[in-house]
């Protein structure tokens, strides 16, 4: 019988789940939504990945590359409390939009 395991993007052993990742160190940033319902942006490196935690209690984040959130079609990531996901930049985009359906802050960290 074979063992199967999962690695994080390190090359590392890792349980299942985007919270298992590899950060760079000392590249971990707050997301700041101080508005519910109100677009915001962060910059980022074209090609990077990211990860991103929203904590309990600071409700639904919605994440675009390609314009504002409000727009239904731009709503590329959606977050809820508790999640952590992993995001990867596409080539020649620098911007990462955002919105909370609620006042609150993401914990973001680049990934490569």
Not at 19 to 33: F, H, K, Q, R
Not at 47 to 61: H, V
């Amino acid at each position: 019988m074979a063992d199967t395991y999962i690695s994080d993007n390190g090359g590392n052993r890792a349980a299942p789940g985007a919270i298992n990742c590899d950060p760079v160190p000392a590249s971990g940033l707050e997301l700041d939504a101080a508005g519910a319902g109100t677009d915001y942006t962060q910059a980022v490196v074209a090609g990077a990945r990211y990860a991103i935690t929203i904590p309990i209690d600071d409700g639904t984040w919605l994440f675009s590359i390609t314009g504002v959130t409000s727009t239904a079609a731009n709503r590329e990531w959606i977050a809820c409390e508790g999640d952590t996901i992993d995001i990867k930049i596409p080539s020649g985009k620098t911007t990462l939009y955002f919105e909370s359906d609620t006042i609150g802050v993401a914990h973001m960290r680049r990934l490569n």
